[in-house]
Nanobody, 126 residues
Framework: DVQLQASGGGLVQTGGSLRLSCALS????????AGWFRHSPGKEREGIAC???????YYADSVKGRFTISTDNTKSTVYLQMNNLEPEDTGTYYC????????????????????WGKGTLVTVSS
C-alpha cells in the first residue's frame, strides 16, 4: 500500500530552522517524483519544493536559498530542511508523491497528484 507520513512541524521563532520528514512506503525511489506543498492562511496551496530523479530540483521563489529538499533512499524518506524561517512561512505543509518521473517544476505545479500525506503545521512567530 502507498503511504506518506509527514512529521517535523512545530513552533519556531523568526530566523529559526525546522526539518520536515516524509516517510514513504509503496514507492520505488528510482521512479519517484515528490515534493512539499504549503497551505498558508488566506492563500492557495503552493508547491514550494519538488524533486525528481534526473530533473532539476524546483523551489518556489519564496523559499529559494532558505529551504532544501532531499531524499534518503535507504530510509525511503523525503526531507525539507527549512532555514531562516519567516512568519510568512507559517502554514500547513503537505508532502506528496507519484511513482512516475515528472519534471520537478511540473510536479510542483500539478493539480493531479494522487498521493498525499497528512499535513504538518509550521508556525513561525515574529
Amino acid at each position: 500500500d502507498v503511504q506518506l507520513q509527514a512529521s517535523g512541524g512545530g513552533l519556531v521563532q523568526t530566523g529559526g530552522s525546522l526539518r520536515l520528514s516524509c516517510a514513504l512506503s509503496g514507492f520505488a525511489f528510482e521512479d519517484l517524483s515528490a515534493g512539499w506543498f504549503r497551505h498558508s492562511p488566506g492563500k492557495e496551496r503552493e508547491g514550494i519544493a519538488c524533486i525528481s530523479s534526473r530533473t532539476p530540483t524546483y523551489y518556489a521563489d519564496s523559499v529559494k536559498g532558505r529551504f532544501t529538499i532531499s531524499t534518503d533512499n535507504t530510509k525511503s524518506t523525503v526531507y525539507l530542511q527549512m532555514n531562516n524561517l519567516e512568519p510568512e512561512d507559517t502554514g500547513t505543509y503537505y508532502c506528496a508523491a507519484e511513482g512516475v518521473l515528472i519534471r520537478a517544476a511540473a510536479f510542483c505545479r500539478s493539480r493531479l497528484i494522487g498521493y498525499w500525506g497528512k499535513g504538518t503545521l509550521v508556525t513561525v512567530s515574529s
